[in-house]
């Protein structure tokens, strides 16, 4: 879970109220209209950071199997054994759905140092292999990090540059890079996030569309509708403005899923996920802990996600 970092700060959403997606230079692919929306059905899984209890990779994915979690995502590099990981998911059935890129704040791709983004898309690659090792299906990326040193621009141009010189391996290996939205001064609007990803003109790569990270500046299901399938994966978490507003930015974050203090609308969520006919992977990003706080995480995420 990466709230301990400061990844996530506000950046103005796209000037202009009239700005149509024709400005982008291509318009999100739109809603499936005149259908009957279909049921989502979310497979739910955790980051392997928030299972405190076990000592072993296999008693921790034993844990999640008992709590009725469908899987697990990992990080990558790591220093788990591959050999350990892989006996552990064939001994449990417990699916790694995907791993989290674990230097893409350290080494972000917009950093001005070529070499450091060398070292940052080195590490993209090592993520992408271990996915495939796994069985993974996706590598979450945070694809850029705008500051007082990143321009903007600066941050969409490089990270584009080095996301293309990966793409052919994500192909290769038949992986997808899933690209997160967080407070990280970049890609903080949903156009954005399409013209973004449309602009690679790649089926490897796509969203991961995290519902609590929008709440501050936007509403979660007009994201969702908006992105439509270019979702691959949604994290799961909360967020409160008044707890925003009364203690801080960060303590929004301090909701658990489905609390009734909670903005993320799960009722309109659920419905914009129908809409755009997502049935794939939710996975919490919470403050962990033993087996009865996982076991509440995933009654909450039961709540908020099921019919």
């Known amino acids: 879970m990466d709230l301990s970092l400061d990844r996530r700060g506000l950046f103005a959403v796209l000037g202009g109220a009239a700005m149509g997606a024709a400005a982008w230079g291509q318009a999100p692919t739109p809603v499936l209209a005149g259908r009957e929306p279909r049921i989502a059905r979310q497979k739910k899984a955790v980051k392997i950071g928030m299972v405190e209890a076990g000592e072993s990779v296999l008693e921790k994915f034993k844990l999640l199997k008992e ?6 995502e990992l990080d990558a590099p790591s220093g788990l054994s ?9 001994a449990t059935g417990l699916t790694i759905h995907g791993v989290v ?21 080195a590490a993209l690659e090592i993520a ?5 090792v796994y069985g993974a299906t996706t590598v979450l990326l945070v694809p850029a990090v705008v500051n007082r040193e990143v321009a903007y621009d600066q941050a969409w141009e490089r990270s ?16 997808k890079i899933a690209l997160e939205n967080v407070w990280n001064h970049f890609l903080l609007s949903p156009m954005e996030v399409a013209r973004y990803i449309d602009g690679f003109q790649s089926p490897w790569i796509g969203a ?33 403005r008044g707890r925003c507003d009364r203690e801080g930015r960060w303590k929004g974050f301090a909701s658990k899923i489905g609390d009734p203090d909670g ?12 809409e755009i006919g997502y049935e794939g992977w939710a996975t919490a990003e919470v403050q962990g802990g033993n087996r009865e706080v996982l076991q509440d995480i995933k009654n909450r995420m039961d709540r908020v996600l099921d019919d």
């Open 101 to 121: 890129d674990s230097v893409h704040w350290s080494k972000p791709l917009s950093h001005p140092d070529g070499k450091v983004r060398d070292e940052g898309r």
């Open 128 to 132: 992408l292999r271990d996915a495939k």
């Open 263 to 274: 903005d993320c609308g799960w009722g309109e969520v659920r419905k914009a996920l129908k």
């Open 208 to 240: 991961y569309f995290d519902v609590g990270n929008v709440v501050l500046y936007g509403w979660p299901e007009h994201w969702i509708r908006i992105l439509g399938p270019r979702i691959l994966k949604l994290d799961i978490k909360e967020y409160s």
């Open 82 to 90: 591959k050999d350990e990981v892989l006996k552990a998911r064939d």
């Open 67 to 72: 709590l009725g979690f469908d899987g697990v």
């Open 160 to 175: 584009v540059a080095e996301i293309q010189k990966v793409l052919p391996l994500a192909a290769e290996l038949q992986v």
